[in-house]
Each structure stands twice: as structure tokens, then as C-alpha cells.
């Protein structure tokens, strides 16, 4: 299709690459964070923590919400 668009691919590839790392380690350390000390950010720092973490870097909410919900149980 061009060299642009190769040049532009290769780029949004390589963000979506390092956005899949972020979102990954945050969801395993919520999950952690959850079993640990409980579902209540108020009561949990480490859950807050992660939580702060994961909008720090654009995490989707549902994301957020559903790693946070399957350790919850």
C-alpha cells in the first residue's frame, strides 16, 4: 500500500505492543492486590495503587473492572 502507511503500521504496532505489556502486568498486579487485601480500594492501598497505575496509563475502564471482578469472585 506505500511506504507511508508500512512506516505508520510498524509504529501503530509497536504502540499497541506496549500497550498490551502495560495492560497485562497492571491486571496481574490488581488480581494480586485483590486476593491479598480485598476488593475495597478505600481499605486496600495496594488495590488503590494499581488502580492509579492502570489510569496512568489510559487502561480501559472495563479492563480495570473485569480483572478486578474475576479475582473477586
Known amino acids: 500500500m506505500g511506504r507511508i502507511f ?3 503500521k510498524a509504529s501503530m504496532f509497536a504502540r ?8 497485562t502486568r497492571i491486571g496481574k ?5 485483590v486476593k ?4 475495597d480500594p478505600s481499605t486496600n492501598a ?3 495503587r494499581c488502580m492509579q497505575n492502570a489510569k496512568s496509563v489510559n ?5 480495570r473492572g473485569s480483572s478486578h471482578q474475576t479475582c473477586d469472585g
Not at 491479598?36 to 476488593?39: L, M
Not at 487502561?59 to 479492563?63: I, Y
Request: no cysteine; net charge positive.
Open 36 to 39: 491479598a487485601g480485598g476488593s
Open 6 to 8: 508500512e512506516v505508520r
Open 16 to 23: 499497541w505492543d506496549r500497550m498490551a505489556k502495560q495492560f
Open 59 to 63: 487502561m480501559p475502564k472495563r479492563s
Open 46 to 48: 495496594a488495590l488503590r
Open 29 to 33: 498486579e490488581i488480581a494480586i492486590a
